[in-house]
């Protein structure tokens, strides 16, 4: 799963407009849509079908003391996670202590329901690569603690590219821009670890 955190308007546009220009260099890539949800992960965790009402329960508590929707970030440049010969793009928002806190808030909250490992079932689909399956599943795992805390890049993925591309698009000019966050929900994640099945979201 993926707890996340949703953009406002201002980044799924500037999401958008960064996915089209991938589409046009890698069609094989995912749009922007339904199941390809533009997300800031917080925490990806493998844990049980059977506790997935404790889960929203423990997340919704902590997500509730800590008033989302008043969060600013400001977003600061490209980058991208590698996979293969290709690589899975996004917009990184610089950290500040109210989402390290929230995140470190949501680990310790679901704890008690995380699992080491899973297997490519746990996700909605597979990739064609089998290397891809395994790149995403470690990448779950290892999650908290490599990519949490002083290692959390808060970032909106927006679509995927050649690596070569890739470097080329990290070497332009960022201009930074500020934006919210509109609200939070838990997603099963698919194929390029996308937000791709809403299984729950919060009103807060």
Do not use: C
């Not at 059977?50 to 902590?62: C, E, F, P, T």
């Not at 980058?79 to 310790?108: M, S």
């Not at 590219?161 to 929900?185: I, V």
């Amino acid at each position: 799963i993926d707890i996340l955190l949703e953009p406002d308007a201002t980044m799924l546009e500037h999401s958008a407009a960064n996915n089209a220009r991938l589409l046009k260099v890698f069609p094989k890539g995912f749009a922007l849509d339904a199941s390809h949800t533009p997300h800031i992960t917080m925490i990806q965790r493998f844990v049980r079908t059977a506790d997935l009402d404790k889960v929203y329960a423990a997340a919704g508590k902590v997500l509730a003391a800590a008033n989302v929707k008043a969060m600013k970030l400001e977003a600061s440049k490209y980058y991208y996670a590698p996979g293969g010969a290709v690589g899975v793009a996004g917009i990184v928002a610089k950290p500040t202590p109210e989402i390290l806190k929230l995140q470190q808030d949501l680990i310790a909250a679901v704890a008690p329901f995380t699992v080491e490992t899973g297997s490519i079932g746990a996700f909605t689909a597979p990739h064609n690569d089998p290397a891809m399956d395994a790149a995403l599943i470690q990448y779950v795992s290892m999650f908290v603690p490599k990519y949490a805390g002083e290692h959390f890049n808060p970032h909106i993925s927006t679509g995927v590219a050649p690596k070569g591309y890739l470097d080329k698009m990290l070497t332009e000019q960022f201009q930074s821009f500020t934006f919210s966050t509109a609200g939070a929900a838990v997603y099963q994640l698919g194929p390029f670890g996308t937000a791709a099945k809403k299984l729950k979201e919060w009103d807060l």
